[in-house]
């Protein structure tokens, strides 16, 4: 197919999953044992074929639309003072360079471990979410702040207003949030779980972003849940809390759904 | 489109590699956001990725693929390796509204140059690039089925694994590998019959 098999190369058999492991490596990569298997089909090949990596690059490359990070790129001009041009362009190994990580100033470090042992010794307890939530409020330049509008599900108690429930505030920037709840009734941990949602304009608004499992203690009052994304949120919409099983889901059926927040 | 900057970049041209960022920098960068929810994990990939590319400057061969695609190929291909090697904790989801699952994937976008706009020494060339090439995609990806068009999208714009996308669809997990080869196959194939093809080389091989 698109591999190019040597004269009395690969048997057709071999050919073929030449061709698979190349697609394969284009779209998600390969695992040691196929990158082994590639070499061994590839050193009977005559062409190692970029077509289908070409294709796929095309293709992924087509929505990227974000700007380098100023400081990212400083630490990416310091990898290249140290990168051995030389050694690359004649082809032999390159001593890795480790790639510099954002550098803290020492006296910023020195200020933390200052702060860490005094909270120590005073045996100051460690930031609550409030107290995260509250500086995330006074830090973020970009926050998003909207309040829970409820919808209907029996894991709602009945409150006055529909704002009494709660609102949400996330940083694009600091791809952090958090949320409270009032009115959004205790879970039993063993029979469901809540799991937030969060809807990324950036994103195909058929896959939101899993925000975590959490969980409502018995009790009155407020409760502040920190927001857990697994994927980057470039710009949020919508925020939805839904009632799944124990772990939560991958696929939701939405079945039920007591909160929505819409930017 | 302007010249070339990888060879200057593997001569050790301290300002080629200052326009290499400015030029790709933010594709690698959006790149690497797609894989990974920490931005710090990140700015990590994209150090890695840069390496690669500048380590494979000197093979960057202009009949074979543009140099915004080279740059991005040579990219994502670490930034996946970093992932298989478990560098990303991801977890993604679908609503299971297999009704919306059945209706054709928005891909439109893809071909919005106003989406794909990077500064280039002042110039916008590689938004013009990429949509350009973003067209062509499109065009031929709207000709595959829509379940291979499906996967190819969860696989290569939302970067989402074979498992992930079989979690996804709920398809069993052969199903999602035989669509994704075989439409990448055939997005191949469309895109080597362009009068235009995807590079010199596949034409000049045709």
Redesign the interface.
Known sequence: MNATPASGGPSPHDAQRLDELLADRALWGLDAAETAELERLLAGSADADEGYDLVATTLAAAGASESLPPLLRERLLDDAAEFDFAAARGGSAVTPVTPRRAEWPVYTMLAIAAGLLLSFWMGRPAPSPLDNRQALVASADDLVEVAWAPQDDPSLEELPEEAAYGDVVWSDAAQQGYMRFRGLKANDPAVEQYQLWVFDAERDERYPVDGGVFNIPAGEGEHVVPIRTTLPVTKATLFAITVEKPGGVVVSDRSRLPLLASR | MSEAVLPS????D?DA??RC?DRY???????A??Y?????D???A???A??SV??N??RFDPS??SE??YV??IA??RI??L??RGKA?????????VS??DAP??IE???DPG????EADGVALLGFE??E??Q???VQ?ARLSEDQQRV??L????GQ??T?IA??T?WPLGTV?SH??RG??R??EL?AEETRP??TK?EADR
């Open positions: 970049v593997a001569a050790g301290s590699v200052e960022l920098g933010g594709l690698v960068w959006s790149l956001r797609r990974f929810a920490r931005p710090a990140a700015e990590d994209v150090q890695e840069f390496l500048w380590e400057a000197r074979v693929a915004t695609t991005a190929m994502r291909r996946i390796d992932v298989r904790a991801r977890r993604t989801m679908t609503q299971n509204d919306r699952l994937p928005p976008e893809l071909a989406a794909t706009t990077f990429v949509a090439e973003a062509r995609v499109r990806l190819l999208r696989a290569l714009c939302e694994s074979q992930q979690d996804l709920g590998k994704a080869r990448l196959s997005l191949r895109l995807v590079t596949q």
